[in-house]
Structures are given as structure tokens and as C-alpha cells.
């Protein structure tokens, strides 16, 4: 299995060739399999479009059949390349990276490059405020950008995609604050997770003072002594979960946690295993540390 989403260097698709490229989608032969999978990646997010086109049109098995193929597709390119974010050489870096696996994962062909997207949050705060601080930063995504909590369908496994949160507008608690971590990053500004329970937030320091951000409500700046009125269970934990450090490791671990849930209630247990097997991959890379 190739490490690229698409076919490499493939030729431009033949958009003639395609009805007879869903009529072999049913052989169980490995080698015509691998024929048919090149021929639809080679239409990248076109796919969809022309197979909307055929006439006539394609039916529930041969549908269920191209899902399948692409399906297994971008659930072996993430096995491969789950690994390659632990390789980065910074923190933010690891972050962004297992965001961007996770992302082509869900999305497949439609995915949009995350970098891009982080690149031009960044590009458009700065064109907007004349001095970069975390709080205008924060008023920037979570009001202007109207970035916001998911609440009607917390549990859509999307909404731990960074992808899907930026162009939707909406995700979870984590993913929000990922996403003002990397904006952040891009412009040298120092913001980090905090890994509090059921609602994670960002930290950040501002004129020598700690202050916490929760990026699923508005980017409402909190003070830590506030803390106890989002949760009131670990009171004597409560200082050493406000300033611990928060590495790429142990976010990816809880979003992982997230999508093993979210995949459990939409019963798709073929990616909740996937999860569960990355998460446990991740378990014992950190216990071996």
C-alpha cells in the first residue's frame, strides 16, 4: 500500500473508462482490486462528482463495494503512517501532524490541507489586530471566526478534525484549543493544553499572569481560581492540573480516547478497533519512555 492518499504520479483520469471501473469494483481478484483503487484515487476529490455523472447510475452494492475499497485505503495509510508524528522534532509539530493523519483519514479524497488552514487563521489575524497576544488571538477565532463548541452533535466522530472544525465552524473543547495552539504557534505566541477533566482548556501567560482559555465557549478567558466552577471533583489535584505540562502525547491520547467513543456510539466498530489499537500503540511508545 502506497503512503500517499492518492495514486503517485498518477495520469489524469479517463472519465470513460470510469462505468467500466465500477463494474470490476465486485472482482475479488488482488491485482484487478488494486487497478480499481489506483483508477478512483486518481480523481481526488472529484470522485464524487463524476460518479454522480454515469449513466446510468451506480447501484447500493457497487457503492457499498467503492466505499469499502477506500475505506480500507486510508485505514492502512493511517497504520503506516500513524508512527512518523512521534518522529517530529518539536511538540507542536507532533501535534499538528497526528491532526493532519487523523483528518485525511476521515476525510479521504475531500481533505484540505491543514497547514493551509492554520496558515491563513494566522495570515487573517494578523491583517485584523496590529499586536499579537493570546487574548486577542483568542477573540479572534472564538468570536470573529465564530469557532465554536459542538453541542447538537458532540459526539460526531468529525468533530475532532481540525479540518472539519475550521471550515464547520464547530468541534470539541480539545480540538478548539489545538487549533488556537497551532494558529498560535504560527505566530510565536506561547499557548499550551490544559488537560483538565471532561473540559480541556488552553493556558497561556499574559503580562506574568496565568490564565485559562476555554475555547468551547467563546474563548472565555477563566481565572484558575475559577477552575472549581467547571469542575468541583479533584479540588486537592486542582493546582497541579492547572499548571502541568501538556505534551502532543498526552493530547493525542485523550482525542483518541474521543474518537473511540464517538465511533462506539455511531457503531462503526471497524474505526473504533483502529482507534483503540493506535491508542494503545501510543500507550506503550509512552510507557517505554
Known amino acids: 500500500m502506497a503512503s500517499s492518499l492518492a495514486t503517485d504520479g498518477a ?3 479517463d472519465a470513460r473508462q470510469l462505468p467500466f471501473i465500477v463494474q470490476l469494483a465486485d472482482d475479488d481478484s488482488p491485482s484487478v482490486q488494486q487497478a480499481v ?14 460518479l454522480a455523472q454515469l449513466e446510468p447510475g451506480i447501484d447500493e452494492a457497487q457503492r457499498t463495494r467503492i466505499d469499502q475499497l477506500l475505506s480500507a485505503h486510508f485505514c492502512a495509510h493511517l497504520r503506516q503512517e500513524w508512527p512518523s508524528w512521534l518522529d517530529e522534532s518539536s511538540g ?10 487523523l483528518a485525511q483519514f476521515q476525510l479521504g479524497l475531500e481533505y484540505s490541507n491543514l497547514g493551509q488552514l492554520l496558515d491563513g487563521l494566522a495570515v487573517d489575524y494578523d491583517s ?26 458532540y459526539y460526531n466522530p468529525l468533530n475532532s478534525n481540525l479540518v472539519h472544525v475550521i471550515e ?23 499557548i499550551e493544553g490544559c488537560n ?18 476555554d475555547c468551547f465557549n467563546g474563548g472565555r478567558v477563566v481565572e484558575p481560581s475559577e477552575v472549581g466552577i467547571l469542575n468541583r471533583t479533584l479540588p486537592r489535584a486542582l493546582r497541579k492540573l492547572i499548571t502541568m505540562k ?8 485523550r482525542v483518541l480516547r474521543n474518537l473511540i467513543r464517538a465511533y462506539q456510539e455511531a457503531e462503526h466498530e471497524t474505526h473504533r478497533d483502529l482507534m483503540r489499537d493506535l491508542l494503545e500503540d501510543l500507550e506503550r511508545h509512552q510507557s517505554q519512555r
Open 11 to 13: 495520469a489524469a483520469p
Open 196 to 213: 483538565f477533566p471532561m473540559h480541556f482548556l488552553a493556558r497561556t501567560v499574559v503580562s506574568g499572569k496565568t490564565l485559562l482559555v
Open 37 to 50: 483503487l489506483s483508477a478512483l484515487l486518481s480523481y481526488g476529490s472529484e470522485l464524487e462528482s463524476a
Open 92 to 101: 507542536p509539530s507532533k501535534l499538528e501532524r497526528a491532526f493532519e493523519l
Open 168 to 190: 464547520q465552524q464547530n468541534g470539541l473543547p480539545i480540538s478548539l484549543a489545538a487549533i488556537y495552539i497551532l494558529v498560535g504557534r504560527r505566530l510565536g505566541l506561547e
Open 246 to 253: 501538556v505534551d502532543a502525547e498526552v493530547l493525542i491520547c
Open 128 to 153: 485584523s489586530y496590529s499586536q499579537r497576544n493570546p487574548l486577542s488571538l483568542a477573540d479572534f477565532l472564538f468570536k470573529r471566526k465564530n469557532l465554536h463548541g459542538a453541542r447538537d452533535d
